[in-house]
């Protein structure tokens, strides 16, 4: 059998970067419009300011295959569409069941999570927080601090993501900030 | 369905100990009778000093199936039996396509792997240090420096562990202070 040899990757604990670089997503407001709440706030911003960059994500190369252990680090760099905090895209897994783990390391934020059913849930999270995605929930995390919010996540080769049911229907709610406050509040947009 | 709901732990990212603390495994020497090379200098150690405390891990509780990530801490402490630097027992998974992986926290030490057919890899691990354990490959981890050795763990949770195949055979290699260095040398107990 030809095994795969091991390997190790360097994590930079206050940067979240993963060296070697093998790839990295960025996404941008222009890549998540329709996906905050104000949708003439992100239009505004688009065409005073120029296209924002939200978040990148530094994955580990590996087969998404069953038994391996994905994973990557998140940096959410802070800032707010109108009221609501910049957030990723969020997504179910393919694979329903499939957990996945979040370790926080710099800045401060919430993991915000929701069923098929949209019942929603929030942890929040600081560097040293564990928050656990269980199977079956769909999954978002939002830069509620002045900081990049950084964390290293990691889950099951086999689960596949699915982004776009979240890009369809949205979470029942949003995180905002109301008189100074973090505040997770209704969606206007959700049906 | 009745669903797990999300929640989150702390992770003592200096201390490595996960609060809320729902059971801590510590490993002593006594308990790892036969799995170090100079079992006299053992023998020795438990007689002259009394039982010596070499590892402690701190898991997060959950169930051990599949489609969830099993996460815990582990602290070895520094030290040496003769030439042979404190280690963990070691295992495979039940399921040897199993991976895993480790994030180095604080201190220094290793990865040491092998596969069934007997070949040895070592991965040095520092803070932010991320380990791949592929499929297939038993391990152990090793703290080589002077400082407790502390490091964050997952795995698919339905791994499953085998510790008897190590316990029986032991590691082919086994990393010992020679001329004030850390080396990978043939483990002379090893058939």
Known sequence: ?????????????????????????????????????????TERILAQEGDRLIYEVYPVDLPEEEGHILHSTT???????SDEYHMTKGHFHVKRDRAEIYLGLAGHGYLLLQTDAGEVSSVPMQPGTIAYVPPYWAHRTVNTGSEPFIFFAAWPGD?????????????????????????????????
């Open 1 to 41: 059998m030809n095994l795969m040899q091991p390997f190790k990757s360097e994590l930079g604990l206050t940067t979240g970067i993963i060296t070697p670089v093998s790839h990295v997503i960025r996404r941008s407001l222009s890549d998540m419009r329709g996906m905050y709440a104000d949708d003439a706030a």
């Open 75 to 81: 940096i959410i760099y802070p800032g707010r569409v």
């Open 159 to 191: 689960s596949g993501h699915d982004y776009g049911t979240i890009e369809k229907i949205g979470f029942a709610k949003i995180m905002v900030e109301r008189d100074g406050q973090v505040a997770l509040v209704a969606n206007p947009k959700y049906i």
